[in-house]
Nanobody
Framework: QVQLVESGGGLVQPGGSLRLSCAAS????????MGWYRQAPGKQREVVAT???????VYTDPVKGRFTISRDNFKNTVYLQMNNLKPEDTAVYYC?????????????????WGQGTQVTVSS
């Protein structure tokens, strides 16, 4: 019914940049919140950034001033522009979407996860 597809991960040197994209497809009525989480080896998954339907954004402290989250509601897509990347940013990045979806005659609020994309920052 609903699918989140991520792209944009890869290998980059410290100080470099990457842009992640996450496109939601399916019978989507509206978006409540979309965001990015990450999980490094041996660590818990943590929220990186979120953007709500009023374009309010929230960032975790380690990425403030370096990462920018944005969305395109017409495309049901969220982006994460990552600048000045550091080795400690290395993780699998997961897209998360809190959506209102259409299921037959019903509108339901559901949370979906992307498949994850690897970001590796290394010299």
């Amino acid at each position: 019914q609903v699918q989140l597809v991520e792209s944009g991960g890869g290998l980059v040197q410290p100080g470099g940049s990457l842009r992640l994209s996450c496109a939601a497809s399916g019978s989507i009525s509206s978006i409540n919140v979309m965001g990015w989480y990450r999980q490094a080896p041996g660590k818990q998954r943590e929220v990186v950034a979120t953007v709500d339907n009023g374009d309010s954004t929230v960032y975790t402290d380690p990425v403030k001033g370096r990462f920018t989250i944005s969305r395109d509601n017409f495309k049901n897509t969220v982006y994460l522009q990552m600048n000045n990347l550091k080795p400690e940013d290395t993780a699998v990045y997961y897209c998360n979407a809190d959506l209102n979806v259409n299921v037959g005659p019903l509108r339901l609020r559901r949370v979906y996860w992307g498949q994850g994309t690897q970001v590796t920052v290394s010299s």
